[in-house]
């Protein structure tokens, strides 16, 4: 198996497949239209993409026999968004870069890279600056009120399942002002509405992904935890870690001043 570092690519790939949503989102903003030739089932953005280019299956269930077919000369994957033994089993046959995004600085490398690996420097570089102009923004001490409601956030449901503090959507609660009340786990535990409940949970956020939270979950768990505020969160704004990561500021910005008014 031979995976790739960001300086081993001694050509720019014209036919490049990506398996993770927020990185095809990112090469579309790089302005790889036509190099992008394959992306899985989960890229929605953009959505003349989705409509347009070969799928390739899911994040976690690759269909090797279209990506042979593609023929790609890059193949941009993510170590927890995809399984290790299929990307390994591709890069067996073709150049295979794996990016590791666990906070805000990963991605800001990451997005470097792919700009290096793509030939698209300058373009990488413009987008990696606005974003860091973006966040400075957002946590400057003369336009970011700050709170300290204890908060979790959920992604799954049946069983119910949060974010530990080694997570990019943990960084991305950070950089937005709240106190994940489970920082100290690991990845993504499972909970109960018990442990909310007796964790003394004052703000419960519900991810639109991977599980479409609804108002009527918000319901549910309210009769359950009738002291908590509850609301619904843009997974994508917590999670994409790609050029969407240009937009989330302005997102969090809303979110912080919607949050601050609760009387919790």
Not at 51 to 70: P, W
Not at 148 to 176: Q, S, V
Request: charged content about 20%.
């Amino acid at each position: 198996m031979i995976l790739l570092s960001t300086d081993e690519l001694n050509f720019i790939p014209q036919r490049i497949v990506s398996l993770v949503p927020s990185q095809t989102e990112l090469l579309y903003t790089l302005g790889l239209e036509s190099e992008t030739v394959g992306i899985t089932k989960f890229c929605i953005h953009p959505k003349k993409w989705f409509s347009s280019k070969t799928r390739v299956g899911g994040t976690k269930s690759i269909k090797k026999e279209i990506i042979d077919q593609l023929q790609p000369q890059l193949i941009i994957a993510n170590k927890e968004e995809n399984v290790q033994e299929q990307i390994e089993a591709l890069a067996e046959q073709y150049p295979v870069w794996v990016s590791d995004v666990n906070n805000l600085s990963d991605a800001l490398q990451m997005i470097t890279d792919i700009g290096r690996l793509t030939g698209k420097e300058n373009e990488s570089n413009d987008l990696r600056t606005n974003i860091e102009t973006e966040f400075a923004a957002l946590n400057s001490p003369s336009t970011a009120p700050q709170h300290n409601h204890a908060t979790a956030y959920l992604i799954w449901r049946k069983p119910y399942m949060t974010i530990g503090g080694d997570t990019f959507i943990n960084d991305m609660l950070e950089k937005c002002g709240f106190r994940n009340i489970f920082i100290h786990e690991k990845r993504y535990p499972q909970i109960t509405t018990a442990q909310l409940k007796a964790i003394g949970c004052q703000l419960l956020l519900l991810s639109s992904e991977p599980y479409p939270f609804k108002q009527k979950h918000i319901d549910e768990l309210q009769e359950q935890l009738p002291d908590t505020r509850i609301i619904l969160v843009d997974g994508e704004m917590f999670s994409w870690y790609g050029s969407r990561l240009l937009q989330a500021p302005a997102y969090f910005k809303k979110l912080k001043e919607q949050c601050l008014s609760f009387n919790l």
